[in-house]
Each structure stands twice: as structure tokens, then as C-alpha cells.
């Protein structure tokens, strides 16, 4: 898809001071739902260009694209299929479909109370003090970012670990010091033939069975969507298999009964709260007006960032402690959906699509990269995501706010050489210089007043149909991922190299293949 018709508004902004842009936007509302607020006037827009992008958004059939996902047409053309994850919140229980993939949650919902409660324990008839959750990819940084974002409201009585890496030491590290007596392992696995997770299920079912023997059983607990490949793995009765739905992708999975075991140390209210902060979010991009959506102005932001203003990545600043690991959960949710390079009928874009998404922890990345962002010779539009995770010390959260509030204002502002000299006129000149921070750096803020579980799954739900949109505004299928299985086909290829049975194709791969085997030889 062109944009060739918004090319004349960056023109004309390109040049801009954002300063004065910034404070001509103030007149206009902000846009509020789900708990947040979205200030955007810190970016390279003005009223006309605002207008076209909405216009863009009429005629490119984002209208069309939201009816489509809520009424659970085929999104996935790729595959076949309609992108269910919005059901897992519970949303549309009277459409068939949406009600099946709904009360696949309401069953781990009602198994997490039982295993959290001691009701249900393992072979031995001891209660579960650990859960250790295997998966890789969206069947572990959704997890992973929800148990830490509310780690304050864990059970005492139970320890949650993760383990994703092919590394053995993942896993050993996962069981360490546990007691298998009291162990309950979640495997999550959509397809359940992913090589990394079925890796270190095999071996947490060994650590079991060395203790349990035959109980190791009732110590696992598997989700996927292929019930029959996972009861073949497990070959004994006693493993509980809960469903994934098929309609529902492992980047769009955090909702589901792959997120079991957050669910047992966080506890059903928890969870239910955060499905209901996604609900919230839903209705209001499902039944807002294209002008005054969050998720489709998200959305047209990125198509102007990336498509028409040409800067090629984003930084996401999470100013709370609950949302340390939100960068790394939306690296794969935005660069898996849509970094890609052609579209869904199977044509080369004509542009820029997802850029590099990457981001940290504030106030501790203004002691690394922020000086990059301020001085550096490259734009990057930055996202700053203010929701303190408590308030119980008013004064942290100004400081934390202030922080958030100043980052802001110098990227866009800057700070010429005549205020450096008027503020510190004894300068040496060559020091005065380094001290010029050039401005017109674009930025949004996402402002909540706390972070709590609805307003994280509010957030979660945002990105997710941002995201989407965004796509549809490329011209993508957000929903497959081929450019991650081409890797995962070659490792298999490579592996018989690696243990002697066959060369390698590539000259390259060979030589390092000899060197690995020597490695191993020597070590």
C-alpha cells in the first residue's frame, strides 16, 4: 500500500520546529480509554496532517479491518483462519466460536484454584509448592511479563519459575534446589512440536520419573492446540492436557490457559481483572470512531513514523516497575506480526513497514541510552509509558512522573548553544558545544494513574489491535510468521552436521561445524 498522498504534509513538517507544532496541537482533546490517556502533541503532525491520516485510515478499510476481527472472519488468509484471541476475554460468548475459545479459559481458570488451594496435588498427596513453566516464544514472555509485572501479589506459600532456553542450563537452573514431590511442571506448546520446549519437557519429565516414577504424571500439565501429538509425547494417563485454541496465535496467547501458571500463584481474581481490562479496551476500539480510536491512531502513527517520515525504529520507555519486561513482550508481538516484506496477496511493499522496536526500564535507562537519544545522530520516536506500578510513596511517583515529563520535553525542545552560555557563561566553547542538545525528537506519552492488572491488560489489548491494524494498513498478514520457521527448518538440517552424521551444505556452516566439533572434543 502507497502513501503517496501524505508526502506533502511531511514535507511540509518535516522542517518544523516541534516546539511551536507541540504547542499549536494543545487545543486539541486527548484521547482517553480503558483507563489511559494518550497525548500525542509531541509529534510531527498538525491539523491537516491529522485530518489525512484519518482520512487514510477511512479509505484503507480500518473500519472494515476492526468488523472483520470481532465477527471472527478468516483475518489469517495465510492459514485459513479468523484471530480469536480478543474471545479469550471473554467478548461475544453468544457467537459459537468465540464461546468455545472463552471456555477454554474458564477450565484453567477453575484448575489454577484447585492446584493453588491444594485441592488438587500431585502423586504423593502433598500440596504444590512450585510450578515451573516451560515454553518459548508467546508461550513465555506473556507469561513471564505478567507474573513479574504483579510479583508483590504472588502466593508465599508457592515459587513460580520460567524456563524457554535450549541452554541446559535453563533448566537446571528452573529445578534447582526444587523437591519433585512438589513440583507441578506447565509445558505450553501450540503445535506442540517445538523443538526448544518438547527439549526441556523431556528432561523435566526425567528429573520427575527419577523420584516419582510412574507419579511423575500428575506433576505435568501440557497446553496446545494438538492434544493428540501431546498425549503421544506423554504416552501415560494421568497428564492433564489443556486447550489452546487453534484460532488463537502464541504471540496473541497471554490470555489463555498457556498463562496456567500465572494464574495459580496470582490467583483467578488477578487474572480476571486483567481479562476484563483487555474487555474494556476491546469495546472501545470495536465501537469508537476512527478519529477518536487509541488503537487506530496507534496505528496510523506507526504507518507516518515509519512509512512517510522515514525513521526506521521506536523506543518504548516503561517509567514503572511493573512494566520492565513490556518491551521484550512487544518486540515479538509487533516485529513477528509485521516485519515483513510482502503483503498478504504475496506482492513486495512499496515502502517501510514495522520498524525496530526496542526499549527499556525508566528511570534506569537514562543512565544508558539515553544519551543516544538525546545527542545521537539518528531520530528514533519515542514512546513513554507513564503508570507507576504503587503509590504508596507520593514522592517517588513525582519523581518518577518529573523524570518521565523532562525526557520528554528535552527530545523535543532541546537545548541550543545561547541557553548552554546563558546558564553556564564560563564554558570553554568546545565544551559549551557538547552540551547542545538538538531537539525535534517525536515522542507519545501513555499516561495511567497506577498499574493494575485491568489497566495492564488494557495495554496488552491496545498493542495487540494496533498492531493488527497497522498491518492492515501495510497491506500484511499479522497473524503468520514465515520468516521464523526458515531458521528453525535449517537448525534441523545442521543438526547431523554438528554430530558427525553428514556435512554441512554451506561452506561456511561447515568450517564452523569443524570448529564446534573440535570444541567439543577438546572440552
Known amino acids: 500500500m502507497t502513501f503517496l498522498h501524505l508526502n506533502s504534509h511531511a514535507d511540509r513538517l518535516r522542517g ?22 494518550l497525548d500525542t502533541s509531541r509529534q510531527f503532525l498538525d491539523a491537516d496532517a491529522e485530518r489525512a491520516l484519518v482520512a487514510h485510515a477511512e479509505s484503507a478499510g480500518l473500519t472494515e479491518a476492526i468488523a472483520d476481527l470481532f465477527n471472527a472472519s478468516e483475518v489469517n488468509v495465510s492459514e485459513g483462519r479468523a484471530a480469536l484471541h480478543w474471545a479469550l476475554r471473554g467478548n461475544r460468548a453468544n457467537m459459537p466460536a468465540a464461546a468455545s475459545v472463552a471456555q477454554s479459559v474458564q477450565v484453567a481458570l477453575a484448575l489454577s484454584g484447585a492446584l493453588r488451594s491444594g485441592e488438587t496435588t500431585g502423586a504423593t498427596g502433598k500440596a504444590f509448592r512450585a510450578v515451573v513453566h516451560i515454553g518459548i516464544g508467546g508461550s513465555d514472555f506473556g ?10 501479589g504472588g502466593a508465599a506459600a508457592i515459587e ?18 526444587l523437591d519433585p514431590e512438589t513440583t507441578l511442571v506447565v509445558g505450553i506448546s501450540k503445535s506442540f512440536g517445538t523443538e526448544e520446549t518438547l527439549f ?3 528432561r523435566a519429565r526425567r528429573w520427575l520419573q527419577n523420584s516419582l516414577g510412574s507419579g511423575w504424571a500428575e506433576h505435568q500439565v501440557l497446553v496446545t492446540a494438538r492434544p493428540d501429538r501431546a498425549r503421544d509425547w506423554a504416552s501415560q494417563e494421568g497428564v492433564v492436557i489443556l486447550d489452546l485454541p487453534e484460532t488463537v496465535g502464541g504471540r496473541f496467547s497471554i490470555w489463555s490457559a498457556g498463562s496456567l501458571a500465572c494464574m495459580i500463584w496470582l490467583g483467578e481474581d488477578v487474572f480476571r481483572a486483567f481479562l476484563a481490562g483487555a474487555a474494556d479496551m476491546d469495546a472501545h476500539v470495536q465501537h469508537g470512531a476512527l478519529s477518536a480510536n487509541l488503537a487506530v491512531r496507534l496505528a496510523l502513527l506507526d504507518v507516518w513514523n515509519t512509512s512517510v517520515m522515514g525513521f526506521q525504529a521506536r523506543a518504548v520507555l516503561a517509567y514503572s516497575r511493573r512494566l520492565r ?54 531520530i528514533v520516536p519515542t514512546e513513554f509509558i507513564l503508570a507507576p506500578g504503587s503509590r504508596s510513596d507520593a514522592e517517588g511517583v513525582v519523581g518518577l512522573s518529573a523524570h518521565a515529563l523532562a525526557q520528554a520535553e528535552v527530545l523535543a525542545n532541546g537545548r541550543s548553544l545561547h541557553d548552554v552560555q546563558a546558564s553556564e557563561p564560563d564554558l570553554p566553547p568546545q565544551i559549551a558545544a557538547q552540551k547542545v542538545h538538538p531537539g525535534g525528537r517525536p515522542s507519545t506519552l501513555l499516561l495511567a494513574e497506577r498499574l493494575t ?30 520468516g521464523v520457521e526458515a531458521g528453525k527448518s535449517m537448525a534441523g538440517l545442521i543438526k547431523p552436521a554438528l554430530r558427525g552424521d553428514q556435512p554441512a551444505d554451506d ?17
Open 16 to 37: 518544523a520546529e516541534l516546539k511551536t507544532l507541540a504547542r499549536r496541537r494543545l487545543a486539541g482533546p486527548r484521547l482517553s480509554a480503558a483507563g489511559w490517556t
Open 143 to 152: 507469561p513471564r511479563l505478567v507474573a513479574d509485572a504483579f510479583a508483590d
Open 160 to 177: 513460580l519459575r520460567f524456563c524457554a532456553n535450549l541452554d541446559p542450563l535453563d533448566l537446571d537452573l528452573a529445578l534447582q534446589g
Open 200 to 202: 526441556n519437557l523431556s
Open 325 to 378: 519486561m513490556l518491551p521484550t513482550y512487544l518486540q515479538q508481538l509487533e516485529m513477528e506480526s509485521n516485519g515483513k516484506s510482502v503483503t498478504a496477496s504475496g506482492d513486495a511493499v512499496s515502502g517501510a513497514t514495522a520498524p525496530l522496536l526496542w526499549g527499556g526500564e525508566g528511570t534506569i535507562g537514562q543512565h544508558s541510552y539515553h544519551q543516544w537519544l538525546h545527542q545521537g545522530t539518528q
Open 453 to 482: 492488572p485491568e489497566r495492564l491488560g488494557a495495554l496488552i489489548a491496545l498493542y495487540e489491535h494496533r498492531t493488527y491494524l497497522a498491518g492492515r494498513l501495510w497491506g500484511l498478514n499479522s497473524f503468520d510468521q514465515w
Open 507 to 523: 561452506a561456511v556452516t561447515a568450517d564452523l561445524v569443524k570448529l564446534l566439533r573440535h570444541q567439543a572434543v577438546g572440552g
